[in-house]
């Protein structure tokens, strides 16, 4: 069956530290994949694509990697932030639709 | 950056009864918009595709009858749940696609809109 898998875990970090996220899947060959943020009672908040030829994408302090054959996904927020605080989704295409992930929660302290 | 909204944002309403959820796109046209559901510590969970002009496409298991969704314009979807029981107790996300600009692929969220069925 599909699945994506992210960290059910929080993962709590220091401020100023580099928080890694991992989104794992099975069953999948998507042409893209995308991480969002979301924090509590919102709808997600769209930051990252990146394309399945390419390796890695940058954005300001965010970074995502992209390995086809690991069928996996690293999303990386560097210099934390306590406002970097929320629930990162990762979403895979599925031809015109998205497939998301639970969602890995992250907490930054000052 | 473009803008999606919902309403309402919160609704309480009794069993049995129906409740409409408006999606509006503000600043862009979207063809095609997307009907979310979300229960609390799960992933977002697909309901349907709503095609402006055209019915919708539903996911697998998710009954049509019970959440009728209509398309009307290019910047308006809405869904409607109806009959509905304290089961659908959910919070809702729309999303859409600005397909004239930028990337294709983006999907715009709306808010959500927290559903409560006593």
């Known amino acids: 069956s599909q699945k994506i898998e992210q960290n059910s875990e929080a993962l709590n970090i220091q401020e100023g530290k580099t928080a890694t996220l991992t989104c794992n899947y099975t069953?999948?060959?998507?042409?893209?994949l995308q991480w969002y943020r979301q924090d509590p009672g919102r709808g997600p908040v769209f930051l990252l694509l990146?394309?399945?030829?390419?390796k890695e994408k940058r954005k300001e302090r965010l970074k995502v990697t992209f390995d086809t054959t690991l069928k996996q996904s690293l999303f990386h927020i560097t210099a934390s932030q306590p406002a970097d605080s929320a629930t990162y989704l990762c979403?895979?295409?599925?031809?015109?639709?998205?497939?998301f992930g639970k969602g890995n929660q992250v907490v930054v302290i000052p | 950056g473009a803008v999606v909204s919902q309403h309402p944002s919160r609704v309480i309403c009794k069993s049995g009864t129906s409740v409409k959820i408006e999606c509006r796109s503000l600043d862009f046209q979207a063809t095609t918009m997307f009907w979310y559901r979300q229960f609390p510590k799960q992933s977002l969970m697909l309901m349907a595709t709503s095609n402006e002009g055209s019915k919708a496409t539903y996911e697998q298991g998710v009954e049509k009858d019970k959440f009728l969704i209509n398309h009307a314009s290019l910047t308006l979807s809405t869904l409607t749940v109806t009959s509905a029981h304290p089961e659908d107790s959910s919070f809702y996300i729309c999303?859409?696609?600005?397909?004239?600009?930028?990337?294709?692929?983006?999907?715009?969220f709306g808010p959500g809109t927290r559903l409560t069925v006593t």
């Open positions: 069953n999948y060959s998507p042409a893209y």
């Open positions: 990146i394309r399945e030829n390419e």
């Open positions: 999303s859409a696609r600005d397909q004239t600009s930028g990337s294709p692929y983006e999907q715009y």
């Open positions: 979403a895979l295409d599925r031809g015109n639709r998205l497939a």
